[in-house]
């Protein structure tokens, strides 16, 4: 209920008005049934231009430092991720990670739509880094779709270190959904799941124009953090 208010009357009208986005190939998303939108990650408020966008809600797996920060602020910021359908995804490692990962799995068995960043973390340089294999996971053992999708234009909008938002218009572009049942059923060996998981990049490099580097987004952080902030990646010529 209170994802529908936000959406549909608090905050939603209010972003459509400011941002003006835009979309293309809302007519690839399932109707219904379970699906997974991978997406690029360029800021931190892609995962409010993607709800925006989609008709149906989208539950997010987020990066468990939002649910665990301390004090008023952080209780604030608890409410409103678990408000707002998503949840928390321990990267560490090991069970935390394979948690998180059942949490989604039991998102997408209920015919809901779950939203994912297969780079695992926001590309500091603009690039589309290798994705990492979970979204492969997810969506052969829940048999379920996967739909690419482009953020345009969000790290222009909010780029790291910038906590206003500067006001530009953005745009999401969906592809068609991906089919993965020709990988087969049951257990999936690491070969496998890394040929899925770069067909899923490849449609998403696609889509958004990015240049792409076969290297993680996280062993580019530490380098990148002391240097300028990268050109916005993107556009398009309506903006």
């Keep these: 209920m209170f994802y529908w208010f936000l959406k549909r009357i608090l905050v939603g009208p209010a972003l459509r008005v400011l ?6 190939g809302l007519e690839n998303l399932p109707a219904r049934g379970g699906a997974i939108i991978a997406a690029n990650h360029l800021s931190f408020i892609d995962s409010i231009f993607v709800p925006l966008a989609v008709p149906r809600p989208v539950v997010y797996l987020a990066k468990d430092e939002y649910f665990t920060r301390p004090g008023v602020r952080g209780r604030a910021q608890r409410w409103f991720f678990r408000m707002t359908n998503q949840l928390p995804m321990d990267r560490s490692g090991g069970s935390a990670s394979e948690a998180a990962l059942q949490a989604g799995l039991a998102v997408l068995r209920d015919g809901n739509l779950l939203g994912i960043y297969p780079e695992g973390t926001r590309s500091l340089d603009g690039r589309l880094h290798r994705g990492r294999t979970g979204v492969a996971r997810l969506a052969l ?36 959904p991906i089919d993965l049942s020709r990988y087969g059923e049951g257990p999936h060996d690491r070969h496998t799941l890394r040929s899925a998981t770069d067909e899923i990049m490849y449609e998403i490099m696609r889509l958004s124009g990015q240049e792409y580097v076969d290297t993680y987004s996280v062993s580019h952080r530490p380098r990148l953090l002391t240097q300028q902030p990268p050109e916005p990646a993107g556009g398009d010529p309506r903006a």
Aim: glycine residues 12%; without cysteine; aromatic residues 8%.
């Design 141 to 176: 053992a829940a048999g379920v779709p996967v739909v690419p999708a482009a953020l345009i234009g969000t790290d222009a909008v909010q780029p790291k270190g910038r906590t206003i938002p500067r006001i530009r218009r953005v745009g999401v572009v969906f592809g068609e």
């Design 19 to 24: 941002f003006r986005p835009w979309t293309r």
